[in-house]
């Protein structure tokens, strides 16, 4: 069941929250707007074209977040909030065009398919972001790790400090091509917007967890960075493919890039665990293990305005469980 609401620009209060407290709940910047994932219920919330807020809540499929095994529910909880969020996404493409843009565009008979067969569409945008994204972050930096093996001949008699050089070389260049993407794409106007959305996500779940009232006032002051956002995620997937992959030594370039495929999983769940217990945690391992993912969130998040603030507080409001304790990290 859907509930749309239209909420005023600006929202006069706010429940308190009574304890500072670990939450589960997240998010995900939008065009004009965001997502936010709690443990019952997912909202997003954009800004319209006539100022106004539009605010959609549903039920959230609860099959993924019953999965519970270590090491496995990570990647199982990825693919599910991908899709949540490559459909987030596109309403809010939609709803951030205003009715009079809707009307001058006539739709082209790939877009009237597309409409009536949005599964399948949500379906192909992923698949093609998956394959551009092992095509760039994986297989580029395997094949380009596997030349310099052919030329130089390192690690070739498989001793395992050629090996881990080789995998140092390769993760390196993951990480500078990460890098670049993210430096990149912050010089660009519109996607500026997206990062202070995601700032706004940021400043109102520290807010939440402070046990502050959800104020615009309250929320700004609050960090833009946080230990379990998706980009410190991303910089310790890199981080550990590191490992994984010097552990399983090198063969032929097409087993090579085979292998990096199917341990893509494994990485991405000993990632989760990472993360996870960077986010539980405020022992010093997991501030230390947060400070270079905390650093690139300069990168990719921004301040946001207190319109975009009240946005997410609107997501936010709209996701946090009756019951106290239900949405513990």
């Known amino acids: 069941m859907t509930e749309e609401t239209n909420l005023k620009p600006i929202v006069d209060s706010y ?12 998010g995900q910047a939008l065009i004009e707007g965001l997502m936010m994932l709690g443990p019952e219920k997912q909202s997003i919330a954009v800004r319209l074209p006539s100022g106004e807020i539009d605010l959609d809540v549903r039920p959230r499929t609860q099959g993924a977040g019953k999965f519970n095994v270590p090491f496995l529910r990570g990647s199982v909880r990825l693919a599910t909030q991908l899709r949540a969020g490559v459909s987030a996404l596109m309403r809010s493409a939609d709803l951030s065009v205003g009715e009079e843009d809707d009307e001058e565009v006539e739709s082209s ?15 192909l945008t992923i698949a093609v972001s998956l394959l ?103 910089f310790l997937f890199m981080f550990v493919s590191i490992l994984v992959f010097a552990l399983i030594g090198r ?25 996870r217990f960077a986010g539980r945690s405020d022992s010093k ?23 975009m603030l009240e946005v997410s507080i609107a997501a936010m409001l709209a996701v946090i469980p009756e019951n106290a304790g239900d949405d513990e990290w």
């Open 285 to 307: 391992l997991s501030c230390t293990l947060s400070k270079p993912g905390l650093a690139l969130q300069n990168l990719t998040t921004a301040e946001p305005d207190d319109d």
């Open 15 to 26: 429940p308190e929250q009574e304890t500072v407290k670990k939450t589960s709940i997240g």
């Open 109 to 123: 008979k790939i877009d009237k398919f597309l409409e009536r067969h949005q599964g399948l569409a949500m379906t």
């Open 132 to 234: 551009i994204s092992v095509a760039v972050f994986v297989l580029i930096p395997s094949l380009l790790t596997d030349l310099i093996r052919t030329l130089t001949g390192l690690g070739k008699n498989g001793n395992f400090a050629g090996v881990f050089l080789l995998s140092l070389i390769e993760g390196i260049t993951r990480m500078a091509i990460f890098l670049l993407y993210v430096w990149s794409t912050s010089k660009m106007k519109e996607i500026k917007r997206v990062w202070q959305y995601h700032g706004a996500e940021h400043k109102t779940i520290a807010c939440y967890e402070a046990g502050l009232p959800l104020t615009v006032e309250n929320c700004r002051e609050q960090p833009r960075q946080h230990p379990r956002c998706g980009t410190s995620f991303l």
């Open 251 to 275: 063969y032929s370039v097409l087993i090579n890039v085979l292998l990096r495929l199917a341990l893509v999983p494994l990485v991405a769940g000993i990632t989760y665990e990472i993360t």
